[in-house]
């Protein structure tokens, strides 16, 4: 209360002074505590959106490290089906790297002896995300490999190439033949003297699938064996290949167009980095001819033999023989 003199007169006015207020009964202040606290969440929630995503980003940005590793799969044979050829194309996928040569660790106690590091090292480097193959077409026919091979990796993925066998059966006598400077005719190779087929050559000896395929069902589920059609191999490589990258669980990269027809050869061409480039010379020789009365032998012979192998696992294979003359 103030007192004012008008007029010689004491009035007195009443003037009403504020008083002071706590913080939590301004309400401009209120606002401004709560768009803080919105301002210091939104601001944590950055840090923490900026920091995942920074993580993230090193993972994948970081540099990514060639090692050597053991092998995800195997092509175990057969010897003369097209396991080079099978090689020589699956090794276009960027996901893939494949050995050169042959390692022949399991088959091989010389080799096996010197142990999983050894064999290890025997392989090419990869990233961490590329699966690691090797081919050594003697595994198949040798008895203790599949116990070998399940001791160090149970799950691991197996590819069997198998062709129609009297083809096989030439051309392992063809490679037989290169090699060897005195060597018999075909005929008297593959068949005994009294006519017969003569199942101690190694020709037809290992022409005969059926034989080998229950120590590997024995030691590996069927879903763990993809078995390949060797000769569709040669004629429709594009279609094996799309069945293999499946069944190895990598993207579908390899197809029609990685493939040129050699009409010289026979065989297809692969593309090989910047160009076109086929399998070696021993690759698509020309098969000498097979008498009929031979070639009906032994087309009696396998035929069992192969209905034998469809029945263990459970495919078939349209393999077509031309008993009245040279080719299959």
Same mark, same amino acid.
């Given at each position: 209360m103030i007192d004012s003199v008008i007029a010689g007169k004491t009035h007195v006015t009443h003037t009403m002074i504020p008083k002071v207020q706590s913080g939590r009964n301004i309400p401009c202040l209120n606002c401004f505590l709560g768009n803080k606290s919105k301002i210091v969440f939104l601001i944590t929630l950055v840090c923490i959106i900026c920091s995942y995503t920074g993580l993230r980003w090193?993972?994948?940005?970081?540099?990514?490290?060639?090692?050597?590793? #053991?092998?995800? =799969?195997?092509?175990?044979?057969?010897?003369?089906?097209?396991t080079r050829a099978l090689l020589s194309f699956i090794k276009m996928h960027p996901d893939i790297v494949t050995t050169g040569m042959e390692v022949h660790f399991f088959d091989r106690n010389e080799s096996y002896e010197q142990g999983l590091d050894w064999y290890r090292d025997m392989m090419p480097a990869s990233l961490p995300d590329q699966l690691t193959?090797?081919?050594?077409?003697? !595994? !198949?026919?040798?008895? =203790?490999?599949?116990?070998r091979i399940h001791e160090m990796n149970s799950s691991i993925k197996l590819i069997l190439v198998v062709r129609e066998p009297i083809e096989r059966c030439m051309s392992n006598y063809l490679q037989h033949a290169s090699k060897n400077a005195r060597h018999g005719s075909f005929a008297s190779e593959v068949l005994l003297s009294n006519g017969e087929v003569n199942e101690q050559s190694?020709?037809?000896?290992?022409?005969?699938? &059926?034989? =080998?395929? &229950?120590?590997?069902? @024995?030691? *590996?589920?069927?879903?763990?064996?993809?078995?390949v059609d060797g000769n569709l191999l040669i004629t429709h490589p594009h279609l094996v290949l799309q069945e293999v990258q499946e069944f190895l669980g990598v993207r579908q990269y390899i197809n029609e167009e990685f493939f040129q027809y050699d009409e010289k050869k026979g065989f297809y061409c692969y593309f090989n980095e910047s160009e076109f480039k086929c399998l070696g010379d021993s690759k698509g020789r020309a098969h000498p001819e097979i008498s009929p009365a031979v070639k009906l032998k032994l087309y009696q012979y396998f035929q069992l033999r192969n209905e034998?192998?469809?029945? @263990?696992?459970?495919?078939? *294979? &349209?393999?077509?023989?031309? #008993?009245?003359?040279?080719?299959?």
């Open positions: 090193y993972a994948t940005a970081k540099p990514q490290v060639y090692e050597k590793r #053991l092998p995800h =799969f195997i092509i175990i044979g057969v010897k003369k089906s097209g193959g090797e081919k050594s077409p003697g !595994y !198949y026919r040798t008895l =203790f490999v599949p116990q190694p020709h037809v000896f290992n022409s005969n699938y &059926d034989l =080998f395929i &229950d120590m590997w069902l @024995k030691r *590996f589920p069927r879903k763990q064996l993809k078995i034998l192998f469809f029945k @263990k696992i459970g495919k078939r *294979f &349209d393999w077509k023989v031309n #008993l009245t003359g040279n080719g299959s």
